[in-house]
């Protein structure tokens, strides 16, 4: 007998349960078929994919925060997490009764019977993951392997075979069991093994010590401080990465400084408990930068471009700058680690303003979850510059405008395009900042990194 999206789904549940009740505490940290995700950052997006789920079905607000490395979305204990999730889905199953009725969703009007059926493929595809990952096996009901089969008869294939989706798919063996078949439908190697000695980073380091990170009164001093030297390092790598070599050095200078409980850990100290997504490396510096932008830290300011200083050129006279500044202004670094991150990306402004743009509106209201200073809000009232061409183009928004973005379009633009009225704005945000004020303006400014002056107006 067949089963249904429901069904399916119901199933899904307690086989991606089972997997996970069955990893262990240092099995989160090992690699795992997803390319490029640890078992930790596949719990975190089924997770999140089933949060969004429930949400739906009970009619409320959908969120599905996508990430490259979504282990920053599980807090505390993996299994603990995920109960809580899985028990929050079922109750939102038991009010099913109609599949067919309609519920609105991310790809807009849809029945509960499609809206299920993907996410219950997921969370089976998604158990073989783990269970590879955990060095284990897992063998599909044949009511799955056949809603499976049926589901993508239906779908085009280069729907499939997209990213986000399934890779080209693996040919299967001959003596290939159904759930073999259907993994390498889905582009994985049914004979993929987890290298034991391959642990991600810094997924391992954070995972050893996650305990730790949600209670910190269990762990010891140091355990704690290593987690949050890995922490500092690994953000150095990203705003290498992300082209700040100043915060590539200062982050790893005090990533050591913190291990051995030198005098940054006075810092960080008070606010130890924060989750690892709450970007506390990045606090600690935006207080940094504020003491030298306000005009109170000098001496760090002669160091910060964004101030007219110039970084030291060894890393020794780079740390001794930031012990300066640490001993100097101990509590008010202490303070700003209580300041939320606010990333301030002028570059996703043209991308939305060209989308509402082409949508061919003649009004739009506006409502922006996160909006902190209020720039996207106001996308009418500044210039966006497409680099669109002919006699009949003009940027998007206010074209007399003492600001105008230009960002760099790699594709031909419809120079005929305008943005439409805006009838009404709305922004949603826990803690937003008044661009206006002095205090609010440093503080926006304080986010961004010193060495990309060119990200300063």
């Known amino acids: 007998m067949s089963w249904n999206a429901l069904e399916m789904y119901t199933n899904g549940l307690e086989v991606f349960t089972s997997v996970v009740e069955s990893v262990g505490d240092d099995g989160w940290s090992r690699t795992s078929p997803c390319e490029g995700w640890s078992a930790l950052d596949v719990l975190g997006h089924v997770g999140a994919a089933t949060s969004m789920g429930a949400a739906i079905l009970r009619g409320g607000d959908m969120a599905f925060e996508r990430l490259d490395q979504p282990s920053g979305l599980v807090e505390g204990d993996p299994a603990t997490w995920w109960r809580g999730l899985a028990t929050e889905a079922r109750d939102a199953l038991s009010s099913v009764d109609d599949l067919d009725r309609e519920v609105d969703s991310p790809m807009g009007k849809r029945t509960v019977r499609d809206g299920l059926s993907f996410p219950a493929v997921d ?69 993929w093994k987890a290298d034991a000695g391959q642990i991600r980073s810094p997924q391992a380091h954070r995972l050893r010590h996650i305990a730790s990170v949600a209670s910190p ?76 932008l306000s005009g109170e830290a000098t001496e760090w300011a002669s160091k910060l471009p964004s101030c007219g200083g110039r ?41 939305l303003a060209m989308a509402l743009a082409s949508t061919g509106f003649d009004t739009a209201a506006l409502i922006e979850i996160g909006c902190s200073g209020g720039l996207n809000m106001r996308m009418d009232r500044y210039a966006t510059d497409l680099g ?42 826990p803690h937003p900042i008044d661009a206006s004020t002095d205090e609010g303006r440093w503080s926006l400014i304080s986010f961004l990194w010193p060495d990309q002056t060119e990200r300063i107006a």
């Not at 008070?270 to 940094?288: H, T, V």
């Not at 020794?316 to 012990?323: E, K, M, T």
């Not at 300066?324 to 402004?349: C, F, I, K, P, W």
């Open 123 to 191: 969370l089976f595809v998604h158990a073989w993951d783990l269970a590879a990952s955990a060095g284990q096996s897992v063998t599909f009901p044949d009511e799955a392997v056949e809603f499976i089969r049926a589901l993508f008869a239906q779908v085009p294939v280069e729907a499939s075979r997209r990213p986000g989706v399934f890779s080209a798919e693996v040919a299967a063996t001959n003596d290939a069991s159904p759930t073999e078949q259907v993994i390498a439908f889905t582009g994985r190697d049914p004979g």
């Open 217 to 292: 009164q269990s762990a010891s001093t140091q355990e704690v401080r290593e987690d949050w030297a890995e922490r500092f390092r690994t953000q150095s790598e990203q705003c290498g990465q992300l082209g700040s070599p100043l915060y590539m050095r200062l982050l790893r200078i005090i990533g050591d400084d913190v291990e051995t409980g030198g005098a940054t850990w006075d810092v960080i100290a008070p606010s130890r408990g924060l989750r690892y997504g709450q970007a506390g490396p990045l606090r600690l510096l935006a207080g940094a930068h504020l003491l030298a």
């Open 311 to 351: 970084a030291p050129d060894s890393d020794v006279d780079l740390r001794g700058a930031w012990l300066s500044l640490v001993d100097t202004y101990l509590e008010e670094l202490q303070v700003g680690m209580n300041r939320e991150v606010q990333t301030n990306e002028v570059a996703r402004s043209g991308p």
């Open 388 to 429: 669109g061409t002919g006699s009949d183009h003009v940027p998007l928004g206010d074209p007399d405008s003492i600001v105008t973005l230009s960002p760099e379009m790699r594709s031909p633009v419809q120079s005929s395009l305008r943005l439409p009225a805006i009838s009404s704005r709305t922004g949603i945000d």
